[in-house]
């Protein structure tokens, strides 16, 4: 019966292409692939969902950040719609405790959460999604503290002690600032004053108090006969110097009131200057954070007030902040808002929402760092709409989905185009209203990033647009004029994965897995994938499940069109007759195989019961004929690995009947 067909092959699977129609695609391109991954051999039923942890709360998540500690160790940081910040305890365990019971931060309900890992802490910043509505805080594994805190609102008072000692006469003025745990200096109080006789000790008195992450205070003065503007000094060390006592000017405490000083002018004013301190500015709300390790500062974006401004701390001091020239603007006055900082080989670049700019720092403040613009309409439409990899940078903005490694940016969501404006194709499908909640995560080990979106009138990430890059960063589509279709030539491979998902992160922690996992290396490194339903969820992606959650994943491919003209050496002309298809796959679903023609609905053509060890052919008769046939594979009842499709064909050809 089919000594006249020609057997047409799908060996290598390409990725989806939604910018041609079926009829101009060759059978190894995909104007449909849900749910499925790809690897250099085979198409395969996705990732399943397996329950790594969940909120307490059982709120939505709206923050998942990887705390990285100095001595390697990661932990998991859960941020949830009610405002409660969670840690994983112990690593590995899947339980969510209160990340600092009792502190006296209150995180903002309804806020989205980003983070950074630096000096062994986690920094954290609080918003709608694209605009700060909370102060940042930091976490040290322990505590919760503002990163800025206010300036004393009292003022302490000065006198001579009746002690002999060596504070020379003339006038002199004092000042208090408030130290944190991370040992940054807060703005100064307003300025205390009195009288040196001379030859005394001074006693300090009604000193304030701070807040619960104050550690210490430090007392800076003037030398004699100074005045309210200073300079002022500290004293740090204690030392006795040509027979002179000199004390230390910080009370390591936040309760003492009251201390007893000694010193001489020669080496006070040797000591710390407190210059800068009068500089130092609390930070606003903000949305976004980077530590930058080329410059040893944080960055800190998304202030609502000033939307083009990035806040830079002192280097080594992530507390310190100038209110003069500790920050660059990008942009400004252009009405776009800063949406991403990031570092990638040792530049320092900046995302817009339509923008990429290139930042280059010099030894001054960074107010004074040059500012070079790189490319229009390209950026980032959300702080978390970009993820640095190690050779790329991927970001995503209404325009597209973009690469960038140093160069020009790469436009590489094109095939995810609609044919036309009465056809949309996938990336006309994200809802860009909801364009803040957008996020990327690139998964290293296999060769894939993710991109969560919320598509249609969703209010949510609903569906996660993937792409692996196993087979390089190229379109993976080539047109042939001979046969006048596009076929798939190695390269990026796009899919759909309908998982509702408000942030992945690929996390180091220890898990315990089967007896034969399916990729040894989750047992220390996994990717977490944040529930978008107010379920408090967070998964892991599991390649031993196609479940999510317990559910059977629903997947689904369609192929392009089939034909067995350019086998044949002919032009593809009248239609051709699809007799017997053959199937070569393992697993343990029953898969649906129908036929669509000419653009057509669906028909039903049969299944075939899958083998989880063999993966012998299972063969159906097709017995459909037209212009452009393409096979559709579906199932939602168990894994499956697909190796290789054969179609045997042949022409008929006969005109189409609206012809005659």
Not at 463 to 476: C, L, Q, R
Not at 616 to 634: D, M, P, Y
Request: with cysteine; aromatic share 8%; glycine share 10%.
């Amino acid at each position: 019966m089919l000594q006249s067909y020609t057997p047409v092959p799908l060996e290598h699977f390409g990725g989806l292409v939604t910018n041609w129609p079926a009829e101009m695609l060759d059978c190894d391109l995909m104007v449909e692939a849900t749910n499925v991954r790809y690897t250099q051999s085979a198409v395969s039923v996705r990732e399943g969902l397996t329950l790594a942890m969940a909120t307490p709360s059982g709120a939505a998540v709206r923050g998942l950040v990887d705390y990285v500690q100095l001595n390697g160790a990661e932990q998991p940081l859960v941020f949830d719609a009610d405002g409660n910040l969670y840690v994983e305890s112990a690593a590995g365990s899947g339980r969510l405790v209160s990340a600092a019971p009792g502190s006296p931060v209150v995180l903002p309900a309804s806020a989205w959460m980003n983070g950074a890992s630096a000096y062994n802490r986690a920094y954290l910043a609080f918003g709608s999604g694209l605009a700060g509505t909370a102060a940042p805080a930091v976490f040290d594994g322990t505590n919760l503290d503002p990163v800025t805190i206010a300036a004393p609102g009292t003022v302490a008072s000065g006198a001579d002690s009746a002690t002999a000692g060596n504070i020379a006469a003339g006038a002199r003025y004092g000042v208090v600032m408030f130290k944190n745990r991370e040992g940054s200096l807060s703005q100064p109080s307003l300025p205390f004053n009195w009288t040196a006789v001379g030859s005394k000790e001074a006693v300090i008195s009604s000193l304030p108090t701070g807040p619960q992450s104050c550690v210490a205070r430090v007392v800076a003065f003037t030398v004699a006969g100074g005045t309210s503007a200073g300079p002022y000094f500290y004293i740090e060390t204690p030392a006795t110097v040509n027979g002179v006592n000199e004390t230390v000017t910080v009370i390591d405490d936040n309760t003492t009131t009251s201390i007893t000083v000694n010193f001489d002018d020669d080496y006070l004013a040797a000591s710390n200057n407190a210059a800068d301190q009068f500089r130092a500015m609390q930070l606003p709300n903000v949305q976004g954070v980077l530590f930058s390790q080329t410059t040893q500062r944080l960055l800190w974006w998304g202030d609502p007030a000033q939307p083009s401004t990035v806040y830079c701390s002192e280097p080594g001091d992530a507390g310190l902040y100038l209110g003069d020239t500790g920050f660059f603007q990008v942009a400004e006055g252009s009405g776009l808002k800063v949406t991403a900082c990031f570092e990638f080989r040792n530049q320092l670049y900046v995302a817009l929402e339509r923008g990429l700019y290139l930042v280059t720092p010099n030894d001054g403040d960074p107010a004074t760092w040059s500012i070079t613009h790189i490319a229009h309409s390209v950026g980032a439409c959300s702080p978390r709409a970009l993820a640095v990899g190690t050779s790329f940078v991927f970001m995503v903005c209404p325009s597209g989905a973009y690469l960038f490694d140093g160069g020009a940016p790469q436009w590489i969501s094109e095939e995810l185009l609609g044919p036309s404006h009465l056809k949309p194709g996938a990336w006309d499908a994200i809802n860009w209203a909801q364009a803040a909640l957008i996020w990327c995560a690139i998964d290293h080990n296999n060769k894939t990033v993710r991109v969560g979106c919320p598509t249609g009138t969703s209010l949510l990430c609903d569906t996660i647009y993937k792409v692996s890059y196993m087979d390089g960063w190229e379109p993976s589509q080539r047109f042939s004029a001979f046969t006048a279709r596009y076929h798939y030539f190695p390269g990026r491979r796009w899919s759909l994965d309908t998982i509702a998902a408000s942030q992945a992160v690929a996390v180091r922690r220890p898990v315990t897995l089967g007896d034969f996992p399916a990729d040894r290396r989750q047992v220390n490194e996994q990717v977490l994938v944040a529930s978008a339903q107010p379920d408090g969820a967070i998964y892991r992606l599991d390649p031993d499940s196609a479940q999510d959650g317990g559910t059977a994943i629903a997947w689904a491919l369609t192929t392009g069109a089939f034909s067995a003209s350019e086998l044949l050496r002919r032009q593809r002309q009248g239609i051709e007759m699809a007799g017997l298809i053959q199937v070569r796959a393992t697993g343990t679903a029953t898969v649906s195989l129908e036929s669509i023609t000419d653009g057509g609905a669906a028909q039903s053509i049969g299944s075939v019961s899958l083998n989880r060890v063999s993966s012998a052919s299972h063969q159906t008769l097709a017995l459909v004929q037209g212009e452009a046939i393409s096979l559709r594979l579906n199932s939602s009842q168990g894994s499956m690995q697909l190796q290789s499709i054969y179609l045997f064909m042949k022409s008929t050809w006969a005109l189409r009947a609206n012809s005659l």
